[in-house]
């Protein structure tokens, strides 16, 4: 068992460790203040992993959207495509979030970086319905306008 996966299983048994230890960084924005997209990149994908082991998810998901708007405009596309991964993951697993993650997750559709827009692209064909009508509806299933 490597380091990495221990610590992941001792994180399912730990109720709000992500909030514990992420909330300071998260308020404070500090891995967003390190200049160094690698850093970066690695702690959202460690929130990545950590996220769906935390019971209850929202507290977690509030900070996580807080951070979305400031990752939308980085400068690096690697970084962008790390928040649109986490986004998108964390749509599958709190569904009653999902007309608070729609407004950044559109965001990328707009992307610069032709990879980055295209999973928001996929993204968004995967979970709208395929027939013009139902994505023409306001509202339609994720609480905002989506075509």
Do not use: Y
């Amino acid at each position: 068992m490597t380091l990495l996966s221990t610590i992941f299983h001792r994180a399912s048994h730990i109720d709000g460790l992500f909030v514990d230890l992420f909330a300071p960084q998260l308020q404070s924005r500090a891995f967003l203040d390190n200049h160094n997209p690698l850093v970066q990149r690695k702690a959202l994908q460690l929130l990545g992993e950590l996220l769906p082991l935390q019971q209850p998810m929202e507290p977690a998901m509030q900070r996580l959207l807080s951070l979305a708007p400031a990752f939308v405009q980085h400068p690096a596309a690697d970084c962008r495509l790390a928040m649109l991964n986490l986004l998108r993951d964390a749509w599958q697993v709190a569904p009653g979030l999902q007309g608070r993650l729609a407004v950044p997750l559109l965001a990328f559709l707009g992307d610069a970086d032709g990879g980055v827009r295209g999973t928001a692209v996929r993204f968004w064909h995967g979970v709208l319905p395929m027939s013009l009508g139902p994505r023409l509806e306001v509202g339609g299933g994720c609480g905002c306008w989506c075509v």
